[in-house]
Every structure is written in structure tokens, then in C-alpha cells.
């Protein structure tokens, strides 16, 4: 068949409309439902034990929208779109934003690590390095006070060693009190005073306005091997410490379930919030997931666990949704489950 010129014209502007619909960047983030993935496969302990069940991480897939991808997500249930400065900050690429959340996804497998060697009284040694400021919160006490790089040695004459010791000393202040904080900044010693203030979305809460990163060494026997790879981002947390656990431990925590789940976890087994919670829930559910963790916030209002639940009835889900605030409420659950 012939293509006379008007028909070839024609072609050709179907032909980068189409192109331009589907590879043109928007300033726009697209979160949706992504999918689990068995942990067995990401974790591995050295001389483990198996299990018949299967703990699960979920995701949620993110991307920069297209004019397509834009129209699809608009009509499409469970998924967002955000303005990209409210996901990636102006001047930081796609390369350098999932490099910061993989760096992310390490330290929560140590923090995962740590937990579940210490639930199961096996080998560990943690060697303690210093307590790093990471960020200074704009408009808070420490801003022009702290830097980023800055090691607190000391909180008013109290050495510290972790960030949580950090936290622990600043929870016993007022708002307007004075603290006295020992910083090594750049090689040298020098003691910076302020008064502490409040979150302005968390009017209750009295702190410095940083955010504090933990530099220790951890060594365990036997050893783990991690292999995560793409998946970024804290919220693996919890169900990497579940894994490692069931992996050390004779009992079967699983009892021959599909088990998913989410949430961030530190080094004292807490379980914390996390984004995405309702897109996890039908990743869950679609994927055939018997049980699912989800972060109980203590039973605040609007908690992950309450957004968990309304999802799983919306969806119509046989999938139980059980909430937890540390790792031991996961795993009295399982060990109240009867064998599959």
C-alpha cells in the first residue's frame, strides 16, 4: 500500500504526539500500588532455618510523570500525584534522590539486624562511633546553632553515643530552656548554647530541629547477607527484622502463612510510620497476603493502621490487617497464630 503525502504528515504528527504523550517530564510524582517480595530471597543468615511460610516487603512504585502516565494516575484508584519539589528538592537529580534512599534502606537493615539478634540472644557486638547531625530543620533552635556534619560529644555535660541518648536527654526539657550542646565541627571542640522550641506541626513536641544519624560498627555471628536491590527507603524495616529472626530461630514464626507488612524500625525494636500505607495494602491483598503489619502509632487518629484498615474493608480483602508499635507485637502475634 501506497502512502500519499498528506497520509504520511498525518503519521508523522501521530507518531511524536505519541512520543511527546509518553516521554515528555511533567513537574510532577506519581506514587502508586507496587508489589511484595519474599524477604527469604533479600535476607540471608548464614546456616538458617527454614520456614513454610514467607514473610513479604511491599513497595510502592514512584516516577515522574509523563502526559499520559499523568491522565492514567488522575482516573486511576490508589494512586497520587505530588509536585516534584515536594518529593525531590530542587537541584537533586532522580539518581542522586535513590541514592539517599538506599542509603536509607542500609541503615534500616542494620537497625533490622540489631533487633532481631538481640530478640533471639544470639552473637552480636556493636561498636558505638559518634552521634551526627544530618539536617537542621529551617526556623528551629538549632538552625544557625548546628551544622550539618557537626558530632555531638555532649548534651549539658552528658556524653552520648547514639542518637536515641540524644533524644532521651532532650525529652526531660521544656520549651525556652537552655541546652549546652560539645560539637566536634571540622576538627575542633566547641560548646554551642540555645534554647529548645517546639515542631510547628507537632506543638507538643520539644526539640532542636535536626535530624541525627549514628555512626557504630555492627558485627554478628553468624553473619547476614542483604540483596535489595533497588528497593530504597526505611520502610522495610520491621519485616527485615522478622526474617532475620525467624532465620535464627528453630521455632517457624511464619506457621506456614504469607505474611507482609510495613513500617520503619530502630535499634530498639519501635515501629514507626510510613508513606504509602493504603497502595501497600492493595499490593498486599493483589499478591494474596494472609496477614499484614501495619504501624499502630499508638492509636493516634489517622494512624497507618487506621488508613490500613479502611483500605482492607474498601477493597473487600480477606487479608488480616494487625496493628503493631514495636517488633514484639509482631511477634506475639504470630506466635498466637495457630499453623496454616
Known sequence: ?????????????????????????????????????????????????????????????????????????????????????????????????????????????????????KASDREIDIEYKGVYVMGVVDGMPADGNLQPGDQIV?????????SQEVLEIISNYSKGEDIEAKVIRED?????????????????????GVSLVTD?????DPKVNFD?????????????????YDQLTTEDITKGYLIAG??????????????????????A???????FFAPNEKGKDGSNYEVAKQTAEKIGTDMEVVPVDTFQDAIDYLESLETK
Open 1 to 117: 500500500m501506497q502512502i500519499n503525502r498528506k497520509q504520511f504528515i498525518l503519521y508523522s504528527i501521530i507518531l511524536v504526539l505519541v512520543i511527546f504523550l509518553s516521554s515528555f517530564k511533567l513537574d510532577y510524582y506519581i506514587y502508586q500500588p507496587g508489589g511484595i517480595y519474599a524477604l527469604d530471597e533479600v535476607v540471608n543468615v548464614d546456616q538458617r532455618f527454614e520456614s513454610e511460610g514467607e514473610m513479604h516487603l511491599v513497595t510502592v512504585r514512584g516516577g515522574q510523570a509523563t502526559p499520559i502516565y499523568y491522565l492514567w494516575a488522575k482516573i486511576r484508584p490508589y494512586y497520587e500525584i505530588y509536585d516534584l519539589d515536594d518529593i525531590r528538592p530542587e537541584g537533586i537529580s532522580q539518581e542522586e534522590y535513590m541514592n539517599t534512599q538506599l542509603h536509607i534502606m542500609e541503615s534500616s537493615q542494620e537497625a533490622a539486624t540489631v533487633v532481631a539478634f
Open 154 to 162: 555532649e548534651i549539658d555535660g552528658k556524653a552520648v553515643n547514639s
Open 188 to 208: 575542633e571542640e566547641m560548646n554551642v548554647s540555645f534554647a529548645l522550641g517546639t515542631f510547628p506541626n507537632e506543638p507538643d513536641r520539644v526539640g532542636m
Open 216 to 220: 557504630r560498627d555492627v558485627t554478628v
Open 228 to 244: 535489595s536491590g533497588s528497593i530504597g527507603g526505611p520502610s522495610a524495616g520491621l519485616m527485615m527484622s522478622l526474617e532475620i
Open 262 to 283: 510495613t513500617g520503619e524500625i530502630d535499634y530498639e525494636g519501635n515501629v514507626y510510620r510510613i508513606g504509602g500505607i493504603d497502595k501497600k495494602i492493595v499490593a
Open 285 to 291: 491483598d493483589r499478591d494474596g497476603a494472609d496477614v
